[in-house]
């Protein structure tokens, strides 16, 4: 699923759409969000949501590659 947004500000709002989607044509809950410590994930309002909602905040390894490789080459195609 890809989201394009215009401002880092509006990945809370997109994450809850998407969470609702997935949990309705599922019937499954959201258990962790795995990011790359990018603040948008990792800011105060972000945690919250995700504390209250029970999911779990994985973060990758700083200046991991091997880690972070995956999302970033399907970036690269998306905005080829």
Do not use: C, P
Request: net charge positive.
């Amino acid at each position: 699923m890809v989201y394009f947004l215009r401002q880092k500000d509006q990945v809370l709002e997109a994450f809850k759409e998407y969470k609702a989607l997935v949990e309705r044509k599922l019937s499954l809950k959201v258990k962790s969000l795995r990011s790359d410590r990018g603040s948008e994930y990792i800011g105060t309002e972000m945690t919250e949501y995700l504390a209250t909602e029970g999911i779990k905040l994985q973060t990758t390894a700083r200046y991991s590659l091997d880690q972070n490789e995956v999302s970033k080459q399907l970036n690269r195609i998306l905005l080829g």
